[in-house]
C-alpha cells in the first residue's frame, strides 16, 4: 500500500514550483488561479524571490501547499494514494490531494491559517525548542514541571521531540532537558509557539473559517496529526482540523499506525526531504521517495 505524505513549514526553497509551471499546462492554470485568489503574485515570489521574501508567513505556507498539491495533480493517474498524511501545514495539503477539500478551499484556508498564526505570535511571543535525545516520556514530565506555558508539540520521530511554549518557559525547560541527559536542546528560529495553547486565538479564528468550508468524503483515509487513525468521515476530519493548531503533531504515532495498517511505501510529495529522514528514523524498513514531475 502506498502512502503518501506532505511536508510543513521549513521545506521552501528559491525556485520552488517553477519546473511545474514550466512542464505542465494544469499546473500553469492552478497556479495563475492561486495568484487570483490570493491578491498577489505568489507565483513571482516562489519562482524568483529571495528566501527572505519566502520566509513571509503569507508566502511560506500557501508556497509549500501549491507545491505539494500541484505536484499531486500534475503526477494523474500514476498519483493513486491508499493512505495520506502531513506534517501540520501539510495535513491541509494531503486533504486537498485525496479530494476532502477542493483546491480552491484548501487554498483559502491555508491562507487564512497563516495569517491568523501571524497575529497570534503578535499577541502572544513564543517559540520552540528541539529536544534530541530524550524518550518522549521524559520530555513530557519536564515540561509539567516548569512555570509558564510549555508542552511537547511534535512527536517527529524517536529522540526527537520539538517542544512549544512562552520564551522563559521554554529557555528554563532547554536548561533541564540538558541536565536530564539530552543531547541537545536547542530553540529554534520560528516566529511563535506553534502547536501550544499559545496558538488559541489562530486556533478559534481558523475554526470559523473551517466551519463555513465544504468537506467531502475522501478517496481514501488521512491519517490526521491529532488522532493518528485512518479517518474518511467528514465530520471528523473537519473537526480534528480544528484543534490542530493548539494541539501536538503526533508524527511518530501517525506513521507507526500507517505501517501497521499496511503502509509499505511512503512517497514525499512536495519541497524537500525531511519528512523521507523521519519515517526511515521511525522505522528503518520503510521505504522512501520523492513523488517527482517526471512522473507526471
Not at 143 to 154: L, R
Request: some cysteine; aromatic content about 6%.
Amino acid at each position: 500500500m502506498k502512502a503518501y505524505i506532505f511536508p510543513g513549514q521549513g521545506a521552501q526553497f528559491v525556485g520552488m514550483g517553477l519546473d511545474l509551471y514550466e512542464s505542465s499546462p494544469r499546473a500553469q492554470e492552478l497556479f495563475e488561479k492561486a495568484n487570483e485568489i490570493l491578491g498577489f503574485s505568489i507565483t513571482d515570489i516562489m519562482f524568483e524571490g529571495t528566501e527572505e521574501d519566502l520566509r513571509q508567513t503569507k508566502v511560506t505556507q500557501p508556497a509549500i501547499f501549491l507545491h505539494s498539491v500541484i505536484l499531486s495533480e500534475v503526477m494523474g493517474d500514476s498519483f493513486k494514494p491508499d493512505m495520506v498524511a502531513g506534517h501540520s501545514l501539510g495535513e491541509l495539503s494531503a486533504l486537498v490531494a485525496n479530494k476532502t477539500l477542493k483546491f480552491e478551499d484548501g487554498l483559502r484556508l491555508v491562507s487564512q491559517r497563516a495569517m491568523a498564526m501571524q497575529v497570534a505570535c503578535e499577541k502572544q511571543p513564543g517559540t520552540m525548542a528541539a529536544v534530541l535525545g530524550l524518550e518522549d516520556a521524559v520530555v513530557e514530565e519536564v515540561c509539567k514541571t516548569i512555570p509558564g506555558i510549555v508542552v511537547a508539540a511534535n512527536y517527529n520521530c524517536p529522540g526527537q521531540l520539538v517542544i512549544s511554549g512562552e520564551l522563559e518557559a521554554i529557555n528554563t525547560a532547554c536548561e533541564v532537558m540538558k541536565e536530564k541527559g539530552a543531547k541537545r536542546a536547542l530553540v529554534l528560529p520560528v516566529g511563535g509557539a506553534f502547536h501550544s495553547p499559545l496558538m488559541e486565538p489562530a486556533r478559534a479564528d481558523l475554526a470559523a473559517a473551517i466551519e463555513q468550508t465544504e468537506f467531502s468524503t475522501p478517496v481514501c483515509p488521512v491519517y490526521q496529526n491529532v488522532s493518528t487513525t485512518a479517518i474518511t468521515d467528514p465530520e471528523t476530519i473537519k473537526k480534528n482540523l480544528m484543534l490542530q493548531l493548539t494541539a501536538p503533531v503526533k508524527w511518530t504515532q501517525s506513521v507507526q499506525q500507517m505501517i501497521a495498517d499496511g503502509a509499505s511505501g511512503f512517497i514525499e510529495v512536495g519541497p524537500g526531504k525531511v519528512l523521507q529522514g523521519l519515517v526511515k528514523k521511525i522505522d528503518r524498513n520503510a521505504e522512501v521517495a520523492s513523488a517527482s514531475v517526471e512522473q507526471a
